[in-house]
């Protein structure tokens, strides 16, 4: 598993899986887009963006952020979060912020929330937006770039993502001779040896 930034041929997968997510895409350029890829299957997983925006000073925004659902719980979300707070950081940014109905998810990395007054004016707009075409339940966080921490389970995970394992998945059933049509009482088998 790992995390690459988007390319052009991604944009329709991308804008499918933000649809369907109902995630925000606003201003979408899927340049701003960060990927994670399992290595194995090259099957794109999980997906964030990295929205600048061009106020004075410049703000940073981690927005758009989704998991595919098999891939869940197993630190793909966490490993998209880290490279965009990365590339922030190297792009100049001391600090990002988002704006979520997750607030907690995002908090076990170091995001604090920030009262609306506090926000810059571009971002208590983009709030409002949110906060009518998204959920209510929006709020606002900040983090600090040099204050992101993962913990040491969600990197082990990450390492070992699979489909599928991040769920309570049901054991598959056996076959038995009933699922083929076969009377198990009455059937003989060619290397019956009659013991």
């Given at each position: 598993?790992?995390?690459?930034?988007?390319?052009?041929?991604?944009?329709?997968?991308?804008?499918?899986?933000?649809?369907?997510?109902?995630?925000?895409d606003?201003?979408?350029?899927?340049?701003?887009?960060?990927?994670?890829?399992?290595?194995?299957?090259?099957?794109?997983?999980?997906?964030?963006?990295?929205?600048?925006?061009?106020?004075?000073?410049?703000?940073?925004?981690?927005?758009?952020?989704?998991?595919?659902?098999?891939?869940?719980?197993?630190?793909?979300?966490?490993?998209?979060?880290?490279?965009?707070?990365?590339?922030?950081?190297?792009?100049?940014?001391?600090?990002?912020?988002?704006?979520?109905?997750?607030?907690?998810y995002?908090?076990?990395?170091?995001?604090?929330?920030?009262?609306?007054?506090?926000?810059?004016?571009r971002?208590?707009?983009?709030?409002?937006?949110?906060?009518?075409?998204?959920?209510?339940?929006?709020?606002?966080?900040?983090?600090?770039?040099?204050?992101?921490?993962?913990?040491?389970?969600?990197?082990?995970?990450?390492?070992?993502?699979?489909?599928?394992?991040?769920?309570?998945?049901?054991?598959?059933?056996?076959?038995?001779?009933?699922?083929?049509?076969?009377?198990?009482?009455?059937?003989?088998?060619?290397?019956?040896?009659?013991?």
């Amino acid at each position: 598993m790992y995390v690459r930034d988007a390319k052009n041929r991604d944009e329709a997968w991308l804008l499918d899986h933000i649809e369907a997510m109902g995630l925000d895409d606003a201003a979408f350029r899927s340049r701003d887009y960060v990927i994670a890829v399992d290595q194995e299957s090259n099957e794109r997983v999980g997906f964030g963006r990295l929205r600048i925006h061009k106020t004075d000073p410049e703000r940073c925004e981690l927005t758009g952020i989704g998991v595919l659902e098999g891939w869940r719980g197993q630190g793909v979300g966490a490993h998209v979060i880290e490279r965009l707070v990365d590339t922030a950081e190297i792009e100049g940014f001391d600090s990002v912020y988002t704006l979520t109905d997750e607030a907690e998810y995002l908090e076990q990395f170091g995001f604090e929330r920030v009262p609306e007054a506090d926000l810059p004016e571009r971002l208590r707009e983009r709030l409002s937006e949110k906060r009518e075409t998204v959920s209510e339940d929006v709020v606002a966080l900040e983090l600090p770039v040099e204050a992101f921490s993962m913990a040491d389970h969600l990197r082990e995970a990450f390492k070992r993502a699979s489909e599928g394992a991040g769920e309570e998945a049901e054991p598959e059933p056996e076959d038995a001779p009933e699922d083929f049509g076969i009377d198990p009482d009455e059937a003989t088998y060619k290397y019956d040896t009659g013991g």
